[in-house]
C-alpha cells in the first residue's frame, strides 16, 4: 500500500529500499512475491497519477528539463561542450526517470553485456546469464494498430508474461516506407530485424515500453494488484539522506530520511538489508554522505570515512550527441501537430477514447545502430571502445517533426549519438549537506575519439538522406555542415548528455582494488547495504539503459533470494 503517512509505518522491515525507478520498484515486487517478506519502499517524489503528459508515449518530450517531474540538474561546465552546462535530466516520483524517458527499449548487444561478466568476474552477468532476466521483465504486446509484425521482430527473443509493456509502433508515419526503402538501397544500412536480440548493427523498427498505447513504467511493478501486498509499503516524499550503521558496526541497515518535503529528519532500520536504487547520480550522493567513498573528498567536508573507497561517483559514462534537422517538402510531420493545438488536443481525444493514433508511439518509428568501418584510420591510433566488432559506434533516431517545433516548415529530425564512448566523469559533492545538489561531470566529448563517432555519424546521416529512396522529400539541411572543423563545431555548440548515465557504483569482482559492488551487488566493505540501480551496471551498453536496469534488478532479486532462504520459501524460478 501507498502509506498516507509516515506514522502508518510498520515497526520493522525486512528490506528497506530507496528509489522507485526500475532498479527499486522491480525489486520490491519481485521482493515481495513472497508473504514472509516485509518490504519498505521510500521514494523521494510522489505518485505521478493521472499525469497525461507521463501517460501518453508521445508527449515524452516534454517531460524534461525543468518540470515538476525531473529533479533539474545541470552538468558542471563541460570543456568538450565549450563550457556549457546542458541538463541532466533524472525523474523523480514513482516511476523515477523511466516516467519521464522516451520509452525506446534496447538491450544493447551479446557483446556489451558480456562485459559485464568479464569486468565483475561473475560468468552469470553475460548475455546468456541476463536474457532471461530480460525475458522476464517484459510483457511484448501487439501493436495498437492491428498491423502484421512479422519480419518486424524476433519472437523468440522476447518475453510475453512479464510486466514492463513493450511493443513495436502503433500508427504509421509518412516516413516508415522510405527508411526502410533505404535499407534495401544501400548496403551501409542494412535491415536489422530485431535491434534486441544480441546482435543489432543496422536499422530496425523501434521497439518501445508501451503497453497497448499508454507508457509502461517501472511505475507497472507498483500496479494496484501488488501495492495491494500486505507485506509492500511504499512512503512517498521521504527523501533518504544517508544510510547508517546499527550500533557502531559497519553493519549499514539503517536510514535517516526526510519526512514529507522540508520535514524532519527520521530514522528506520531494515532487519536484513537496506537497497539503494536512487539512480546513477543519487546513489553515489548517498553512499559519499554516508562516508564511503573517497577519503579526500569527505575528509575535508567533514564526513567522517566509514570506508575509504575512491571508485564510489567514478567512472560515469554517458552518451553523447546531437541533432541535425532537414526541412521537408510534406506537411505530414508533427511539427504541424505540436503547431496546431486543436490537431494536438484531437489526437489526444483519440488517444483518451481509444488508444489508437500518433499519440500511441514515441518519436521515432526506426532506430539504427551503425559502426564505423573496421579499417577506419582512426583506429590506427585509438583503440576501438566499442565492446565487439559488432556493437555500434553511433546511433539513429529517425524523427518525422521536431520538437519543440519552428514556427513554420516541416522537418525530419535526425539524433545522432555515440553509443560507444570512450570519455569517463564522475558524480561527486561539495557539502556535508546531504540534501545539496551534487556535481555532476559527465566530461562530455573529453576523448576526441567520441567527437569523432559522432562527426562520422552525422556524415553518415548525410549519406543517408541523400538515398534515392528520399528523392522529393528533403529541401535543405537546418544548418550547413561540410568540413569537419564546421561538423565538429557544431557539435561542440549542440551536443547533450543522451541521459544514459551508469556506472557510479560499479559492479567488479570481489577481490578487485576497484569497483562498489560486488558480482552479488553488496556494498564492499560493509555488510547489509546493497545497490540495485544504473549505477552497478559496469559497463555501458550501446543501448538505451532501462532494460539493462529491469534486467539487472530481476537478477539481483533472485540474488537476493537465494540469499534468506528462510524468508523466501517459494522461490520464484526463471524460465529461459
Ligand atoms: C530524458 C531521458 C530520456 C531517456 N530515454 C530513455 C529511453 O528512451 N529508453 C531507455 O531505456 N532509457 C532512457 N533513459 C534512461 C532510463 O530511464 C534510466 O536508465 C533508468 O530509469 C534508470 O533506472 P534507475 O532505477 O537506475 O534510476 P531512476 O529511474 O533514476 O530511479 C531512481 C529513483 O530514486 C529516487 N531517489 C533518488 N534519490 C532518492 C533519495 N535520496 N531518497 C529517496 N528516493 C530517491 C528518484 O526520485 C527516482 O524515482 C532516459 C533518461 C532520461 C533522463
Given at each position: 500500500?501507498?502509506?498516507?503517512?509516515?506514522?502508518?509505518?510498520?515497526?520493522?522491515?525486512?528490506?528497506?529500499?530507496?528509489?522507485?525507478?526500475?532498479?527499486?520498484?522491480?525489486?520490491?515486487?519481485?521482493?515481495?512475491?513472497?508473504?514472509?517478506?516485509?518490504?519498505?519502499?521510500?521514494?523521494?517524489?510522489?505518485?505521478?497519477?493521472?499525469?497525461?503528459?507521463?501517460?501518453?508515449?508521445?508527449?515524452?518530450?516534454?517531460?524534461?528539463?525543468?518540470?515538476?517531474?525531473?529533479?533539474?540538474?545541470?552538468t558542471v561546465p563541460q570543456d568538450g561542450l565549450l563550457g556549457r552546462t546542458p541538463?541532466?535530466?533524472?525523474?523523480?516520483?514513482?516511476?523515477?526517470?523511466?516516467?519521464?524517458?522516451?520509452?525506446?527499449?534496447?538491450?544493447?548487444?551479446?557483446?556489451?553485456?558480456?562485459?559485464?561478466?568479464?569486468?565483475?568476474?561473475?560468468?552469470?552477468?553475460?548475455?546468456?546469464?541476463?536474457?532471461?532476466?530480460?525475458?522476464?521483465?517484459?510483457?511484448?504486446?501487439?501493436?495498437?494498430?492491428?498491423?502484421?509484425?512479422?519480419?518486424?521482430?524476433?519472437?523468440?527473443?522476447?518475453?510475453?508474461?512479464?510486466?514492463?509493456?513493450?511493443?513495436?509502433?502503433?500508427?504509421?508515419?509518412?516516413?516508415?516506407?522510405?527508411?526502410?526503402?533505404?535499407?534495401?538501397?544501400?548496403?551501409?544500412?542494412?535491415?536489422?530485424?530485431?535491434?534486441?536480440?544480441?546482435?543489432?548493427?543496422?536499422?530496425?523498427?523501434?521497439?518501445?515500453?508501451?503497453?497497448?498505447?499508454?507508457?509502461?513504467?517501472?511505475?507497472?511493478?507498483?500496479?494496484?494488484?501488488?501495492?495491494?501486498?500486505?507485506?509492500?509499503?511504499?512512503?512517498?516524499?521521504?527523501?533518504?539522506?544517508?544510510?547508517?550503521?546499527?550500533?557502531?558496526?559497519?553493519?549499514?541497515?539503517?536510514?535517516?530520511?526526510?519526512?514529507?518535503?522540508?520535514?524532519?529528519?527520521?530514522?528506520?532500520?531494515?532487519?536484513?538489508?537496506?537497497?539503494?536504487?536512487?539512480?546513477?547520480?543519487?546513489?553515489?550522493?548517498?553512499?559519499?554522505?554516508?562516508?564511503?567513498?573517497?577519503?579526500?573528498?569527505?575528509?575535508?567536508?567533514?564526513?567522517?570515512?566509514?570506508?575509504?573507497?575512491?571508485?564510489?561517483?567514478q567512472n560515469l559514462t554517458d552518451h553523447v550527441g546531437?541533432?541535425?534537422?532537414?526541412?521537408?517538402?510534406?506537411?505530414?510531420?508533427?511539427?504541424?501537430?505540436?503547431?496546431?493545438?486543436?490537431?494536438?488536443?484531437?489526437?489526444?481525444?483519440?488517444?483518451?477514447?481509444?488508444?489508437?493514433?500518433?499519440?500511441?508511439?514515441?518519436?521515432?518509428?526506426?532506430?539504427?545502430?551503425?559502426?564505423?568501418?573496421?579499417?577506419?584510420?582512426?583506429?590506427?591510433?585509438h583503440?576501438?571502445p566499442?565492446?565487439?566488432?559488432?556493437?555500434?559506434?553511433?546511433?539513429?533516431?529517425?524523427?518525422?517533426?521536431?520538437?519543440?517545433?519552428?514556427?513554420?516548415?516541416?522537418?525530419?529530425?535526425?539524433?545522432?549519438?555515440a553509443?560507444?564512448p570512450a570519455s569517463r566523469g564522475f558524480?561527486?559533492?561539495?557539502?556535508?549537506?546531504?540534501?545539496?545538489?551534487?556535481?555532476i561531470d559527465p566530461r562530455l566529448l573529453s576523448e576526441d575519439i567520441d567527437i569523432y563517432m559522432v562527426?562520422?555519424?552525422?556524415?553518415?546521416?548525410?549519406?543517408?538522406?541523400?538515398?534515392?529512396?528520399?528523392?522529393?522529400?528533403?529541401?535543405?539541411?537546418?544548418?550547413?555542415?561540410?568540413?569537419?572543423?564546421?561538423?565538429d563545431?557544431?557539435i561542440r555548440?549542440?551536443a547533450v548528455s543522451?541521459?544514459?548515465p551508469?556506472?557510479?557504483?560499479?559492479?567488479?569482482?570481489?577481490?578487485?582494488?576497484?569497483?562498489?559492488?560486488?558480482?552479488?551487488?553488496?556494498?564492499?566493505?560493509?555488510?547489509?547495504?546493497?545497490?540495485?540501480?544504473?549505477?552497478?551496471?559496469?559497463?555501458l551498453?550501446?543501448?538505451?539503459?532501462?532494460?539493462?536496469?529491469?534486467?539487472?534488478?530481476?537478477?539481483?532479486?533472485?540474488?537476493?533470494?537465494?540469499?534468506?532462504?528462510?524468508?523466501?520459501?517459494?522461490?520464484?524460478?526463471?524460465?529461459?
Amino acid at each position: 500500500v501507498i502509506l498516507k503517512h509516515s506514522s502508518q509505518l510498520k515497526k520493522s522491515y525486512d528490506f528497506i529500499i530507496v528509489g522507485a525507478g526500475p532498479g527499486g520498484a522491480t525489486t520490491a515486487n519481485r521482493l515481495t512475491e513472497s508473504a514472509g517478506v516485509n518490504v519498505l519502499l521510500l521514494e523521494a517524489g510522489g505518485a505521478n497519477d493521472g499525469v497525461l503528459e507521463i501517460d501518453v508515449p508521445q508527449l515524452c518530450v516534454t517531460l524534461t528539463p525543468n518540470t515538476p517531474w525531473d529533479w533539474n540538474f545541470t552538468t558542471v561546465p563541460q570543456d568538450g561542450l565549450l563550457g556549457r552546462t546542458p541538463p541532466f535530466p533524472r525523474g523523480i516520483g514513482l516511476g523515477g526517470t523511466s516516467a519521464v524517458n522516451c520509452l525506446v527499449y534496447t538491450r544493447g548487444t551479446k557483446s556489451d553485456i558480456d562485459t559485464w561478466a568479464a569486468l565483475s568476474g561473475d560468468e552469470s552477468w553475460g548475455w546468456d546469464g541476463v536474457l532471461p532476466y530480460f525475458k522476464k521483465s517484459e510483457k511484448f504486446n501487439l501493436p495498437v494498430d492491428g498491423h502484421n509484425v512479422s519480419g518486424q521482430f524476433r519472437a523468440e527473443v522476447h518475453g510475453f508474461h512479464g510486466i514492463i509493456g513493450v511493443s513495436v509502433p502503433g500508427a504509421g508515419r509518412a516516413t516508415d516506407d522510405r527508411v526502410i526503402a533505404v535499407t534495401r538501397e544501400l548496403e551501409e544500412f542494412p535491415f536489422q530485424v530485431d535491434i534486441n536480440s544480441g546482435e543489432h548493427l543496422g536499422i530496425g523498427w523501434t521497439q518501445a515500453l508501451i503497453d497497448r498505447g499508454v507508457r509502461s513504467s517501472s511505475k507497472a511493478y507498483l500496479a494496484p494488484k501488488y501495492l495491494n501486498r500486505k507485506n509492500l509499503d511504499v512512503l512517498l516524499h521521504a527523501r533518504v539522506s544517508r544510510v547508517l550503521p546499527t550500533d557502531g558496526a559497519l553493519f549499514l541497515n539503517s536510514i535517516e530520511f526526510q519526512d514529507g518535503e522540508g520535514g524532519e529528519l527520521k530514522h528506520l532500520t531494515a532487519s536484513k538489508e537496506v537497497i539503494l536504487s536512487a539512480g546513477a547520480v543519487h546513489t553515489p550522493v548517498i553512499l559519499l554522505h554516508s562516508g564511503i567513498g573517497d577519503s579526500e573528498v569527505l575528509t575535508p567536508l567533514g564526513i567522517p570515512v566509514l570506508v575509504h573507497n575512491p571508485s564510489v561517483g567514478q567512472n560515469l559514462t554517458d552518451h553523447v550527441g546531437c541533432s541535425i534537422t532537414f526541412e521537408v517538402n510534406s506537411t505530414k510531420t508533427l511539427d504541424e501537430v505540436w503547431r496546431k493545438d486543436s490537431l494536438k488536443d484531437a489526437l489526444i481525444t483519440e488517444w483518451r477514447e481509444k488508444k489508437t493514433g500518433l499519440m500511441v508511439d514515441t518519436s521515432e518509428n526506426q532506430v539504427a545502430f551503425l559502426r564505423l568501418p573496421d579499417d577506419d584510420p582512426i583506429f590506427e591510433t585509438h583503440e576501438d571502445p566499442a565492446s565487439g566488432p559488432t556493437t555500434a559506434h553511433f546511433e539513429f533516431l529517425f524523427q518525422n517533426g521536431v520538437f519543440p517545433t519552428k514556427d513554420s516548415g516541416n522537418y525530419f529530425n535526425l539524433p545522432v549519438g555515440a553509443v560507444s564512448p570512450a570519455s569517463r566523469g564522475f558524480i561527486t559533492i561539495n557539502s556535508s549537506d546531504p540534501f545539496a545538489v551534487p556535481l555532476i561531470d559527465p566530461r562530455l566529448l573529453s576523448e576526441d575519439i567520441d567527437i569523432y563517432m559522432v562527426r562520422q555519424g552525422i556524415k553518415t546521416g548525410q549519406r543517408f538522406v541523400a538515398a534515392k529512396a528520399w528523392d522529393g522529400y528533403f529541401i535543405r539541411p537546418l544548418v550547413n555542415l561540410t568540413s569537419d572543423d564546421e561538423i565538429d563545431q557544431y557539435i561542440r555548440e549542440n551536443a547533450v548528455s543522451f541521459f544514459h548515465p551508469v556506472a557510479t557504483a560499479a559492479m567488479s569482482p570481489v577481490n578487485a582494488s576497484w569497483g562498489v559492488v560486488d558480482p552479488n551487488l553488496l556494498v564492499k566493505g560493509v555488510s547489509g547495504l546493497r545497490v540495485v540501480d544504473a549505477s552497478v551496471v559496469p559497463r555501458l551498453p550501446a543501448a538505451h539503459t532501462s532494460a539493462a536496469v529491469y534486467g539487472v534488478a530481476e537478477k539481483a532479486a533472485d540474488i537476493i533470494k537465494a540469499t534468506y532462504p528462510e524468508l523466501f520459501s517459494n522461490r520464484a524460478t526463471v524460465k529461459a
